[in-house]
């Protein structure tokens, strides 16, 4: 521990109390309150942040003297980060942005194979652009920011170290930080100055599609690590100064992400402001201690109000009492959801805290401009106008970037060499080793003599996409092959490599077919790669509806053939059936690029000795049931404990099969409303027709293509009547996709209520479950000749007769029909068990 960063005594005295970190919501704790003279109250538990430079007064008085010349536009456009897809270097000679950035799966170019030389001569174009007063009369240099959550993983060729879950599974902060140094080198040698990283979010509901990012369930866990990743990717810059070894750092996403209600991405934390602290707070008490220069804000909202505009939490909390004098900045256009706001216009989230929009898309234009006239009307104050942009360059000063060399001139930028290299693979490859949990281990089969013949089976035992996971080249880390991570290897590879060496022979087949009988079976199998959004679950049962896993498992033990299973997951399942299947386990979470780290642990050396010890234990813990929601400390029985995990030798406890029955503690399952009197969460309303996709904002939505206005049923606009004036489809979307597999039973229905008042064409109902996806059904099929109103009744397993797939769906109510069909439609929802189910029509 460096002495600039003394820890808080209040993290000491959290830590000392939690005993199990249970999350107790039956002691709520006082609302925030004003007193007299109407200064918030802030609870003495949120602690000072303990974070000194050496050059504090030499960086304030530089900050003064810029400040002093700028003008309110040269104030404003640092306080914008437009996307690279977005914006081109003459906007950024023309407005000078402050930062700018790339997303998950933005490239220079739009280019996914962009070399080593297209990220630094756009880094380096669009510094000289921003130093250029020649059209907007600023000097301050832009800096560039982007997600390199486990490594620079939007870069081809990167080393990609196992995601937070995984790391979280290792209990070693120091390689952690080893970590951190090797993605700071990589990244700056593609000319970034800022990473989007660390994630400090304490999952505790394992639905929640960002569960791998974080490192545990044990808020002792996030702080420990936050603290070393952060010094990791920044270095000691307590005398003033990042070097062009280390970039600036992000705690994120503040505050409460990982706590939502059934771990719902972007939803609602209900906790009570304590628990907010001692399980969600952690991360960013060690984090900022350390010295993190900048601050994420959460696309989540506490007790049902956005963080992005939560003056409490951004200004009263964060900045006044913990004392935190770095900036923060928003998520993707996550002002935009603050109620009243939209991307292109939001006072609310500066006056609120926010001191950096991030803003992709073509809203950063009309937003500049829009913030611009707020403060000259007022609407945004100059004071908090000018103590964003102080924080700004406040960080700017402090990390050197007015004196650092301009990207394409420091001392690491373009060297291919770093990309990969050997020594940083050599890292990524020993997390992986340390990060492996074995939950099962018949008779001692595991370690494995390498002198055997091994089938390796399962569709991820030579897939590198799939064992990265989310956040691997493209956002979502789907539509990546093999020959997109240059220089990685398989867990295939690693165990062929390993076998052969030691005599053995190999046999890759996905479905578990063989020309020669093995004499033990590998399967690699699990989730495919999702990201934010993508990845939230309604229940944590593995293949739910598809177990084309435990078939392949199940047929290799029917031949009496041993089984060892590699799980690929970000996140604790209930995979009690698969465990039942194998004669070992071994979770392997998201290894990322270094699979060689598994074979290293599963097979002995030549002398048939364990070449690395299995050591890993869990993070998170293990479910119990597929609705099980469970952490530790919280009074519950989870199948495997926090913290379990057997080592070489260890007894296995499993001695009798495991319960396979998933309705084991299921909870009831509850009707799914679209539009019930108004259009429910996270639906919103669509039409798609010759002019492009038009959103229903209002009570009405007029296009050339169909007239939608809410009308008056049984209470005030609780239908919605609908009238195509040309062939169009109007639909319930979500931005990400639903798991909607719990009404996937024979008793399951989309049910709505309509009437008909002119129907010239057929109506076509489907739901959507991708571009090529989906099921379809005429509405007269279901539906009787009437203009009076009338319910319909369309069984789900009609349209999933008709191709739909409930794992992800899209669009949960389509209509479709041609000009001249009018009706109306209200109280649309799917029923778990609905009455008066008809045949499927075919």
Same mark, same amino acid.
């Given at each position: 521990?460096?002495?600039?960063?003394?820890?808080?005594?209040?993290?000491?005295?959290?830590?000392?109390?939690?005993?199990?970190?249970?999350?107790?919501?039956?002691?709520?704790?006082?609302?925030?309150?004003?007193?007299?003279?109407?200064?918030?109250?802030?609870?003495?538990?949120?602690?000072?942040?303990?974070?000194?430079?050496?050059?504090?007064?030499?960086?304030?008085?530089?900050?003064?003297?810029?400040?002093?010349?700028?003008?309110?536009?040269?104030?404003?456009?640092?306080?914008?980060?437009?996307?690279?897809?977005?914006?081109?270097?003459?906007?950024?000679?023309?407005?000078?942005?402050?930062?700018?950035?790339?997303?998950?799966?933005?490239?220079?170019?739009?280019?996914?194979?962009?070399?080593?030389?297209?990220?630094?001569?756009?880094?380096?174009?669009?510094?000289?652009?921003?130093?250029?007063?020649?059209?907007?009369?600023?000097?301050?240099?832009?800096?560039?920011?982007?997600?390199?959550?486990?490594?620079?993983?939007?870069?081809?060729?990167?080393?990609?170290?196992?995601?937070?879950?995984?790391?979280?599974?290792?209990?070693?902060?120091?390689?952690?930080?080893?970590?951190?140094?090797?993605?700071?080198?990589?990244?700056?040698?593609?000319?970034?100055?800022?990473?989007?990283?660390?994630?400090?979010?304490?999952?505790?509901?394992?639905?929640?599609?960002?569960?791998?990012?974080?490192?545990?369930?044990?808020?002792?866990?996030?702080?420990?690590?936050?603290?070393?990743?952060?010094?990791?990717?920044?270095?000691?810059?307590?005398?003033?100064?990042?070097?062009?070894?280390?970039?600036?750092?992000?705690?994120?996403?503040?505050?409460?992400?990982?706590?939502?209600?059934?771990?719902?991405?972007?939803?609602?934390?209900?906790?009570?402001?304590?628990?907010?602290?001692?399980?969600?707070?952690?991360?960013?008490?060690?984090?900022?201690?350390?010295?993190?220069?900048?601050?994420?804000?959460?696309?989540?909202?506490?007790?049902?109000?956005?963080?992005?505009?939560?003056?409490?939490?951004?200004?009263?909390?964060?900045?006044?009492?913990?004392?935190?004098? +770095?900036?923060?900045? /928003?998520? @993707?256009?996550?002002?935009? %959801?603050?109620? =009243?706001?939209? #991307?292109?216009?939001? &006072?609310? !989230?500066?006056?609120?805290?926010?001191?950096?929009?991030?803003?992709?898309?073509?809203?950063?234009?009309?937003?500049?401009?829009?913030?611009?006239?707020?403060?000259?009307?007022?609407?945004?104050?100059?004071?908090?106008?000018?103590?964003?942009?102080?924080?700004?360059?406040?960080?700017?000063?402090?990390?050197?970037?007015?004196?650092?060399?301009?990207?394409?001139?420091?001392?690491?930028?373009?060297?291919?060499?770093?990309?990969?290299?050997?020594?940083?693979?050599?890292?990524?490859?020993?997390?992986?080793?340390?990060?492996?949990?074995?939950?099962?281990?018949?008779?001692?089969?595991?370690?494995?003599?390498?002198?055997?013949?091994?089938?390796?089976?399962?569709?991820?035992?030579?897939?590198? +996409?799939?064992?990265? /996971?989310? @956040?691997?080249?493209?956002? %979502?880390?789907? =539509?990546?092959? #093999?020959?997109?991570? &240059?220089? !990685?290897?398989?867990?295939?590879?690693?165990?062929?490599?390993?076998?052969?060496?030691?005599?053995?022979?190999?046999?890759?087949?996905?479905?578990?077919?063989?020309?020669?009988?093995?004499?033990?079976?590998?399967?690699?199998?699990?989730?495919?790669?999702?990201?934010?959004?993508?990845?939230?679950?309604?229940?944590?049962?593995?293949?739910?509806?598809?177990?084309?896993?435990?078939?392949?498992?199940?047929?290799?033990?029917?031949?009496?053939?041993?089984?060892?299973?590699?799980?690929?997951?970000?996140?604790?399942?209930?995979?009690?059936?698969?465990?039942?299947?194998?004669?070992?386990?071994?979770?392997?979470?998201?290894?990322?690029?270094?699979?060689?780290?598994?074979?290293?642990?599963?097979?002995?050396?030549?002398? /048939?000795?364990?070449?690395?010890?299995? %050591?890993?234990?869990?993070?998170?813990?293990?479910?119990?049931?597929?609705?099980?929601?469970?952490?530790?400390?919280?009074?519950?029985?989870?199948?495997?404990?926090?913290?379990?995990?057997?080592?070489?030798?260890?007894?296995?406890?499993?001695?009798?099969?495991?319960?396979?029955?998933?309705?084991?503690?299921?909870?009831?399952?509850?009707?799914?409303?679209?539009?019930?009197?108004?259009?429910?969460?996270?639906?919103?309303?669509?039409?798609?027709?010759?002019?492009?996709?038009?959103?229903?904002?209002?009570?009405?939505?007029?296009?050339?293509?169909?007239?939608?206005?809410?009308?008056?049923?049984?209470?005030?606009?609780?239908?919605?009547?609908?009238?195509?004036?040309?062939?169009?489809?109007?639909?319930?979307?979500?931005?990400?996709?639903?798991?909607?597999?719990?009404?996937?039973?024979?008793?399951?229905?989309?049910?709505?209520?309509?009437?008909?008042?002119?129907?010239?064409?057929?109506?076509?109902?489907?739901?959507?479950?991708?571009?090529?996806?989906?099921?379809?059904?005429?509405?007269?099929?279901?539906?009787?000749?009437?203009?009076?109103?009338?319910?319909?009744?369309?069984?789900?397993?009609?349209?999933?007769?008709?191709?739909?797939?409930?794992?992800?769906?899209?669009?949960?109510?389509?209509?479709?029909?041609?000009?001249?069909?009018?009706?109306?439609?209200?109280?649309?929802?799917?029923?778990?068990?609905?009455?008066?189910?008809?045949?499927?029509?075919?």
């Amino acid at each position: 521990m460096k002495k600039a960063f003394t820890r808080s005594l209040g993290f000491v005295a959290v830590a000392l109390a939690l005993s199990g970190c249970q999350q107790s919501t039956s002691q709520q704790q006082p609302e925030p309150a004003e007193t007299a003279d109407k200064t918030v109250s802030v609870p003495d538990y949120w602690p000072e942040i303990r974070f000194d430079t050496a050059n504090s007064a030499e960086v304030e008085q530089r900050v003064d003297e810029i400040m002093s010349a700028m003008t309110l536009e040269q104030k404003v456009a640092q306080l914008m980060q437009p996307e690279i897809r977005d914006i081109t270097v003459e906007d950024m000679r023309r407005y000078g942005f402050g930062s700018y950035l790339n997303g998950g799966g933005s490239f220079p170019n739009g280019d996914k194979q962009a070399s080593m030389e297209d990220w630094v001569t756009l880094a380096e174009d669009m510094y000289q652009a921003s130093v250029d007063d020649s059209l907007d009369g600023s000097v301050i240099p832009t800096m560039w920011g982007t997600d390199a959550v486990h490594g620079h993983n939007n870069v081809i060729g990167a080393t990609l170290f196992p995601h937070n879950i995984g790391l979280g599974a290792m209990r070693d902060a120091s390689l952690v930080e080893k970590i951190a140094e090797v993605t700071a080198k990589e990244v700056r040698a593609t000319g970034i100055d800022w990473i989007f990283a660390p994630t400090v979010a304490t999952a505790r509901d394992d639905r929640w599609g960002r569960t791998y990012e974080s490192y545990s369930e044990d808020p002792q866990v996030v702080g420990e690590y936050a603290r070393a990743i952060v010094t990791g990717l920044q270095g000691d810059i307590s005398d003033g100064n990042i070097d062009d070894a280390h970039v600036i750092s992000t705690v994120k996403h503040f505050i409460g992400d990982g706590g939502t209600q059934e771990g719902d991405d972007q939803g609602n934390n209900i906790a009570d402001e304590k628990t907010l602290f001692e399980i969600h707070g952690q991360g960013y008490v060690e984090g900022l201690n350390a010295g993190s220069q900048s601050v994420m804000a959460s696309f989540n909202s506490w007790k049902g109000d956005k963080i992005h505009g939560s003056k409490y939490l951004l200004t009263d909390v964060l900045k006044e009492k913990m004392g935190f004098d +770095g900036f923060v900045v /928003g998520d @993707w256009n996550g002002h935009g %959801q603050i109620e =009243g706001c939209t #991307n292109e216009s939001c &006072p609310q !989230a500066i006056n609120a805290g926010l001191d950096v929009y991030m803003v992709p898309t073509d809203a950063w234009k009309p937003l500049m401009e829009n913030t611009i006239a707020q403060v000259k009307s007022g609407e945004i104050s100059k004071e908090r106008l000018n103590d964003a942009v102080r924080r700004v360059l406040r960080v700017k000063v402090r990390v050197g970037l007015f004196d650092l060399p301009s990207p394409a001139n420091r001392s690491l930028s373009a060297k291919s060499e770093l990309i990969g290299a050997p020594e940083h693979r050599a890292i990524a490859r020993e997390a992986v080793r340390k990060s492996l949990v074995m939950l099962k281990n018949q008779e001692n089969l595991l370690p494995l003599d390498a002198d055997q013949h091994i089938l390796v089976a399962g569709d991820a035992a030579d897939n590198i +996409g799939k064992q990265a /996971g989310g @956040w691997s080249i493209t956002w %979502q880390g789907t =539509g990546n092959q #093999n020959s997109d991570f &240059p220089g !990685a290897t398989s867990i295939y590879q690693g165990i062929e490599q390993t076998v052969s060496e030691q005599g053995g022979s190999t046999e890759l087949s996905v479905d578990g077919s063989f020309e020669t009988r093995p004499d033990v079976a590998v399967v690699v199998f699990g989730e495919n790669p999702y990201a934010e959004g993508n990845g939230d679950l309604s229940n944590l049962e593995y293949q739910r509806g598809d177990k084309q896993d435990l078939e392949l498992l199940k047929s290799l033990q029917e031949q009496n053939i041993p089984v060892v299973s590699v799980f690929i997951t970000g996140r604790p399942l209930w995979v009690n059936p698969e465990l039942n299947a194998s004669d070992a386990f071994v979770v392997a979470w998201l290894p990322g690029t270094e699979g060689h780290g598994v074979a290293d642990v599963l097979f002995t050396d030549a002398q /048939g000795e364990a070449r690395y010890p299995m %050591q890993g234990e869990l993070s998170f813990s293990w479910p119990a049931t597929p609705t099980q929601t469970v952490n530790k400390g919280d009074g519950q029985t989870p199948l495997f404990p926090y913290g379990y995990g057997l080592a070489y030798g260890e007894q296995d406890p499993l001695t009798q099969p495991l319960s396979e029955q998933a309705s084991a503690g299921d909870e009831l399952v509850m009707t799914h409303p679209v539009f019930v009197r108004s259009i429910q969460k996270p639906w919103q309303l669509t039409v798609e027709g010759s002019e492009g996709q038009q959103v229903m904002n209002s009570n009405t939505l007029s296009t050339p293509s169909v007239e939608i206005r809410t009308t008056d049923r049984n209470v005030q606009e609780d239908a919605l009547a609908i009238d195509w004036k040309q062939a169009a489809t109007v639909s319930f979307g979500a931005q990400f996709p639903e798991d909607l597999r719990d009404y996937t039973s024979k008793q399951s229905a989309l049910v709505l209520d309509v009437q008909k008042q002119s129907a010239a064409s057929e109506v076509a109902v489907s739901m959507q479950c991708g571009d090529s996806c989906k099921g379809e059904v005429a509405l007269s099929d279901y539906s009787q000749a009437t203009t009076e109103w009338q319910t319909v009744t369309i069984p789900t397993q009609c349209l999933t007769d008709a191709g739909m797939k409930f794992d992800e769906v899209f669009k949960v109510l389509s209509l479709s029909a041609d000009a001249d069909t009018r009706l109306t439609i209200s109280d649309v929802r799917i029923e778990p068990e609905a009455d008066n189910l008809s045949d499927c029509k075919k």
